[in-house]
């Protein structure tokens, strides 16, 4: 049994003998994000996040995902270079239309260019090491009550610079950050869990000899992604003239993060004689994975349609070999956090965040037996299907969940439980 301590603080309680409390002001420096409206996002540029994109249901404040970004023109890297996130740091929303979202926040585990958009305030980290575990801590109702009691707003509260400056945080030893956080991940994360570990429990495992990946089942391999799939493809920067009515052209802002369920009614469309042109050069088909190649660090779409349309140039198209690969199970590997740590060693990111056809060629990839990549598939549709159901119809269950998950997740950064 671990020794504790009183905090001193109501919302904390007891703590662990050898943890802290500090400011939070101790550990972090304050930024303003870009002063921009979303007249100013581009279809490709730097990456931007802004409140909008934080208080998404997608949003899970411990990783950046694709949809959460935006873009902005690259002239604001010579004008507010100040409004830049850095990896480790934070992104608060400066608003919120109830208490709940007061406290919402992205954290930056990405090494990428990026900026903090409108109402956001920066938390810059003193330090270059992670601070997940602060993501984390950051979820937990316990810790926002300090906020909640001291927003200002009737329909829409204002978070402040000096509201959380005023706020404590629980700090354990880095060591013990570390563990905490990467007990967590694996509570939280399905998708990577299914893709890297299979879903038969008891199984023989192997090291994978990947560090972000580790073990795997005995009979998987790790295998480049360029001997799975029979190709990649893209437009070039062939611009089209937008039509009345003709052939949509699917841009990144059209795809869909539930498989395909793209609205082809409100893409751009394109004229028959340019679609002759770009189809020649890359037509998604049934099965293909739509990756959008910018900043977002792949935005993926399944296409589970016979339809004729083509992608923009801001994304590429991938067809997998179907005899050895599931279109579905590549398409939930790149939503996987074993994709994200692979891909982005490759990322270039001179002007902006770009993932070019060479480099997703050298991407790894865990590869089970095609029937097991079904079952897993089916796996992550029912749950992923499950939650998104949760979500959409704010079900009890729903609140259940949410409020264990954070229970959880308060008595680990909390210390009441160990780890």
Not at 273 to 296: E, M, V, W
Request: net charge negative; charged share 25%; aromatic share 10%.
């Amino acid at each position: 049994m671990r020794k504790m301590k009183d905090s001193g603080i109501e919302w904390i309680g007891e703590i662990p003998q050898e943890w802290k409390i500090q400011p939070l002001k101790s550990l972090f420096s304050f930024g303003k994000g870009l002063p921009i409206t979303k007249e100013d996002l581009k279809e490709k540029g730097i990456s931007v996040i802004s409140y909008g994109q934080i208080h998404s249901k997608s949003n899970d404040g411990v990783h950046i995902t694709p949809d959460l970004i935006r873009y902005v023109d690259e002239e604001y890297l010579n004008t507010n270079s100040l409004s830049l996130v850095n990896e480790n740091d934070f992104i608060f929303a400066d608003t919120s239309e109830d208490l709940d979202g007061c406290g919402n926040c992205v954290y930056d585990n990405l090494d990428i260019q990026l900026f903090a958009g409108y109402h956001t305030i920066i938390l810059q980290s003193h330090t270059n090491q992670s601070n997940q575990y602060f993501a984390y801590l950051f979820k937990s109702d316990a810790w926002r009550k300090q906020i909640r009691e001291q927003v200002t707003g009737v329909k829409l509260f204002s978070i402040s610079q000096k509201i959380l400056k005023s706020v404590s945080v629980i700090v354990p030893p880095f060591v013990e950050q570390q563990k905490i956080s990467a007990y967590l991940d694996s509570k939280c994360s399905v998708i990577t869990q299914a893709v890297t570990k299979g879903i038969i429990p008891n199984r023989p495992m192997k090291d994978s000899g990947i560090e972000w990946i580790g073990e795997i089942p005995q009979e998987w391999e790790i295998i480049k992604l360029r001997y799975v799939i029979k190709k990649i493809s893209d437009i070039d920067h062939y611009m089209p003239q937008t039509v009345d009515y003709g052939i949509p052209y699917v841009m990144i802002g059209d795809l869909s993060e539930k498989v395909t369920q793209i609205d082809f009614d409100k893409c751009k469309k394109i004229s028959e004689n340019d679609f002759q042109i770009l189809s020649k050069k890359s037509k998604p088909i049934k099965n293909d994975i739509i990756f959008a190649r910018y900043a977002t660090i792949g935005t993926v779409c399944y296409v589970d349609v016979d339809k004729d349309f083509v992608a923009s140039y801001a994304c590429v198209t991938i067809q997998p070999n179907c005899d050895i690969l599931n279109g579905l199970f590549l398409y939930y590997y790149f939503k996987s956090s074993a994709f994200f740590e692979d891909v982005t060693k490759y990322i270039n990111s001179n002007t902006q965040s770009n993932v070019g056809m060479d480099s997703l060629y050298r991407v790894k990839l865990t590869l089970p037996s095609i029937t097991e990549q079904q079952e897993i598939v089916n796996y992550l549709d029912e749950k992923c299907t499950a939650i998104d159901t949760l979500i959409e119809k704010k079900q009890q269950l729903l609140t259940e969940m949410e409020n264990y998950k954070k229970a959880v997740i308060y008595e680990y950064v909390t210390g009441k439980k160990e780890v």
